[in-house]
């Protein structure tokens, strides 16, 4: 395995060794029989040939799902698996020009379009079966079934990536995770091509992110780029182009409104008891006249409410399609979990929240991980939300607090065209750097 693959196996084993990830997998395992099924036999084979043979399999299942864009003379070729991603993704190619941008694309739907042939010539041409399969039995005996699988996928991303990106030499790729298999393969292919790469941030970096080595990254704020220096040196060029979404003064005194409106924006894993609990503290000691469920656009279990509250009256599911700002507005204040990074949207929208401990299924060493609470953008975590005060909400809002959370957002309360104009600057000019070196090669 060469330096550079080996690299990519290695970030993505650190990430999803992440406790967190553990139990997501068991969440999505709860979910999916046929995720049970086969975590059933691989629990036989484990340690085996056929047991590496296994989880190779998951690698070779996202090998052959994985096309070139449409557009395969546009100069920026962008990346994004899950939604949460696609939407920044979204916000940057706005901003470029869709001319500019082309999307990979990925899933069932791509196997009519000469994948399976490209996936299979790949694997045949270079010889490397049996040595992958050696190599992922390694990482499974070690590390085990969901770290394996994720690593197996990592490496069908990076095989194919370099495959696609050798053919049409773009000027950059842009992604949203530097952790994800997905993207990290896609990533370390155009590092070993040396073709330019632009990060944007979907989330804020965790106790297991690596540290930040893109040619471009776009960051919310200040206090990312500290976050990113705790994990070690930053390399190449950052620009701060803030949170998605129009800007609002927050407005505190919308927490103490009679017969409110109230959100709560679930996390990926739903801890259930704390989830009922909300609901009847919107409902008993707020009043409630209706509450709006938001799913997290990503979550790996289907949300059958009613299968877990007894009376769903005053509740609403806001559609799946509904932006965040479009539930967000319908909303006098807000619950998620602590460690959402939803606050910082809804609070960039003018509109206040309250963070729940316990609302999404994380190990208590997970608490606060974003920082929010820490540094003052959001109001202390609590158990119950009818442990929260109307005074003590607006004190934690008033002040200073704008100016802390402009450490965190950029944009906050700047014309939006400004922030992508120079976004797009920053792009281009990679892009137009790189064509230039590529021309006089």
């Not at 990519?8 to 979910?31: C, G, H, K, W, Y």
């Not at 070993?192 to 040619?215: E, K, M, N």
């Not at 409104?257 to 259930?272: D, E, H, N, S």
């Not at 599911?317 to 006098?332: F, G, I, K, N, Y």
Request: with cysteine.
């Amino acid at each position: 395995m060469n330096s550079r693959l080996l690299r990519v196996v290695r970030t993505v084993i650190r990430a999803d060794s992440d406790p967190a990830r553990q139990i997501l997998f068991a969440n999505l395992m709860e979910a999916q029989p046929v995720v049970r099924l086969v975590y059933g036999v691989h629990l036989r084979l484990r340690g085996t040939w056929a047991g590496a043979v296994l989880v190779s399999c998951y690698g070779l299942a996202a090998l052959l799902t994985i096309a070139p864009a449409r557009n395969r003379r546009a100069r920026v070729i962008v990346l994004a698996k899950h939604q949460n991603a696609r939407r920044q993704v979204a916000r940057i190619v706005s901003w470029l020009g869709a001319a500019e941008c082309g999307w990979v694309r990925t899933g069932p739907g791509t196997l009519i379009n000469g994948s399976i042939l490209a996936g299979v010539a790949l694997c045949l041409s270079r010889r490397r079966l049996s040595r992958t399969v050696r190599v992922m039995g390694g990482i499974d005996r070690r590390h085990g079934f969901l770290v394996s699988c994720r690593a197996a996928g990592a490496i069908a991303w990076y095989g194919r990536a370099m495959a696609m990106l050798s053919a049409d030499r773009p000027g950059a790729v842009l992604v949203s995770s530097d952790s994800n298999p997905e993207e990290v393969g896609f990533d370390g292919a155009a590092r070993a091509l040396g073709i330019p790469r632009v990060f944007v941030s979907h989330a804020y970096p965790t106790p297991l992110s690596p540290p930040l080595d893109f040619s471009l990254s776009i960051l919310e704020g200040e206090a990312a780029v500290n976050a990113r220096r705790r994990k070690g040196p930053i390399r190449g060029e950052v620009i701060l182009a803030g949170i998605e979404g129009e800007s609002g003064a927050l407005d505190a005194s919308r927490f103490s409104r009679a017969r409110p409106t109230i959100g709560i924006f679930t996390p990926k894993a739903i801890a259930w008891p704390a989830l009922i609990a909300a609901i009847d503290d919107c409902r008993q000691h707020f009043g409630a006249s209706r509450i709006i469920m938001r799913w997290h656009p990503s979550m790996l279990q289907a949300p059958h409410l009613a299968s877990h509250v007894d009376d769903c009256t005053g509740v609403v599911e806001s559609p799946r399609t509904a932006t965040l700002e479009e539930v967000t507005r319908q909303c006098d204040w807000v619950v998620a979990d602590e460690n959402s990074n939803v606050h910082l949207q809804v609070l960039k929208l003018g509109t206040p929240t309250v963070a729940v401990s316990g609302l999404g299924l994380y190990p208590k060493s997970h608490a606060d991980q974003y920082g929010f609470a820490a540094n003052g953008i959001v109001y202390p975590p609590v158990r119950s939300i009818r442990d929260v005060q109307s005074a003590a909400l607006a004190e934690f809002f008033s002040g200073s607090w704008a100016t802390r959370f402009r450490q965190y957002d950029a944009s906050y309360l700047r014309p939006p065209e400004e922030v992508a104009a120079e976004v797009r600057d920053a792009i281009l000019r990679l892009v137009e750097d790189a064509v230039s070196r590529e021309h006089f090669r």
